[in-house]
């Protein structure tokens, strides 16, 4: 790669993690353009290119940004209210909320999603949208990434008419992106789209050449609707949908096995959760190298269980990790959902040698790269991959003393150490300043769409049965108030 010494920029810190590579202390990489020029110890670079600009965070820690393999940005204003709801009448009760936003408010939302990706270190999202706010508001943003399209449907008299419907979505999407986002398709999940759709999408997919994600194997009560045709998703959910009248069929299988009836599965596809997923399962994954994205707050917090990741490392799948929404895991914070992954899994083995800091890193950044499908141009930090990247700061006391940056990030650090974000060279976020966003006037008008929210259920215009958080009969504060 030529480049001129004028447009090199070289980033030094403490400690560079490559996550391909080993840890280089006092290391350095020089970036030119989108790309990564080069890296190695910080005198060697400096050495090198004598009249590059120096960028010196000090005591931090550079490292690939944070690859988001599964999130819902347009539910950014939903956090908090359905917190102590188990997975059936969380998702029950979703409908709701969902139903609650209009367009515009829905678009506010995932501006304040994308605000916190940035802030949190997060570079790459594969983000599940159904009217397209959350691809206005990550190509705004400047990160890069995926956005699924959801499709739903369980009546085969329409398949047609429904793939008709998403094509049109995806030339929309398609044409709306920014050059960093591509557009997948996500038929939502075994309990919300029949055989007859999922094998459509497969087939619109691989004509277009598409990448194609859904939820699967996530609850025991996804687990009964489709093994049994009965539980809570066979009957409250389907009514609440207004689906009643549909013939609920059990299949007398797992959720992994019903979809390889169908033909769903091959190197593009991407299930998310995959928590009650039984050896067999696991292998059919592996023989059809389906990626599969680990959720572990969002899973424990619902009541859902732990996803067995021995086993699918084991068996050589490619695993990334996802902060799900806001609401059902609250914050996208990776660290946070490093570190519960970690303590989860140890606890649940009773075996500390199941799960390790570099082992978090690593699935955090290349392991969702390589889930997604873009480990050729993103998750580590090598010559030639696209500049994506983040610095850390282990300044402050809750680092001190450190001898080993994996620790530090997986035991230690939270959303708020982020001290830069780079996506594609272009510095995203400094030291809690924004380059495209007004940070402040987006969390402002998400207050708002709360506070609009809140009136609509105490006017009686939306319907939140259920929710134990009474949440809708607080006072809402000044933004000030909360802000600081």
Not at 100 to 114: C, I, M, N, Q, W
Not at 229 to 235: D, F, I, P, T, V
Not at 244 to 261: A, H, T
Not at 312 to 321: A, D, P, S, T
């Amino acid at each position: 790669m030529s480049s001129s010494a004028n447009d090199i920029t070289i980033f030094r810190a403490d400690w560079v993690l490559p996550v391909s590579a080993p840890v280089l202390a006092d290391g350095a990489l020089a970036v030119s353009g989108e790309r990564i020029l080069g890296l190695g110890s910080a005198p060697e670079l400096l050495a090198a290119y004598p009249s590059a600009t120096v960028v010196d965070v000090g005591r931090a820690i550079i490292m690939p940004g944070f690859v988001n393999c599964h999130s819902h940005v347009e539910y950014t204003s939903f956090r908090g209210i359905l917190d102590d709801l188990d997975f059936g009448d969380w998702i029950i009760r979703l409908i709701d909320v969902k139903a609650a936003l209009t367009p515009d408010e829905y678009l506010v939302s995932a501006r304040l999603g994308a605000v916190e990706a940035i802030s949190s270190g997060i570079t790459t999202l594969a983000d599940t949208s159904y009217g397209g706010a959350a691809l206005t508001a990550l190509s705004e943003a400047g990160l890069r990434g995926r956005v699924y399209l959801e499709i739903f449907g369980i009546d085969d008299t329409r398949v047609e008419q429904t793939i008709a419907e998403a094509e049109k979505r995806l030339d929309q999407a398609q044409a709306a992106a920014s050059p960093l986002i591509d557009v997948g398709l996500t038929p939502h999940s075994p309990y919300t789209v029949s055989s007859r759709l999922y094998q459509a999408v497969s087939a619109l997919a691989r004509a277009r050449n598409l990448k194609v994600m859904t939820h699967v194997a996530e609850s025991k009560d996804e687990l009964t609707y489709v093994r049994s045709g009965s539980g809570k998703l066979a009957h409250d959910y389907r009514e609440k949908m207004g689906w009643e009248r549909m013939l609920v069929q059990p299949f007398g299988v797992s959720p992994i096995k019903y979809l390889q009836q169908w033909n769903a599965f091959d190197a593009d596809f991407l299930a998310v959760h995959c928590v009650l997923v039984t050896r067999d399962d696991i292998r059919i994954l592996k023989a059809n190298d389906v990626g599969v994205v680990h959720c572990p707050k969002s899973n424990a917090k619902l009541g859902c269980g732990v996803a067995p990741l021995r086993d699918l490392l084991h068996e050589g799948i490619r695993v990334g990790l996802g902060t799900d929404s806001p609401a059902s895991s609250n914050i996208m914070d990776m660290f946070d959902e490093m570190r519960t992954m970690l303590f989860l899994h140890r606890a649940v083995e009773h075996d500390v040698s199941v799960l390790d800091a570099p082992t978090c890193v690593r699935i955090a950044t290349l392991g969702g790269a390589e889930a997604l499908g873009m480990a050729d141009e993103i998750g580590s930090l090598e010559p030639g991959k696209l500049a994506d990247f983040i610095a850390v700061d282990l300044s402050r006391s809750h680092f001190t003393p450190i001898d080993d940056p994996y620790s530090a990030l997986v035991y230690g650090a939270n959303q708020d150490d982020i001290i830069f974000t780079v996506v594609g060279g272009r510095m995203l976020y400094r030291e809690r300043r924004y380059a495209d966003l007004d940070a402040e006037s987006i969390r402002t008008d998400a207050y708002a769409v709360r506070e609009q929210l809140r009136e609509r259920v105490r006017a009686g215009e939306v319907q939140i049965g259920g929710v134990t958080s009474g949440w809708w009969h607080t006072e809402r504060r000044s933004t000030d108030e909360v802000m600081h």
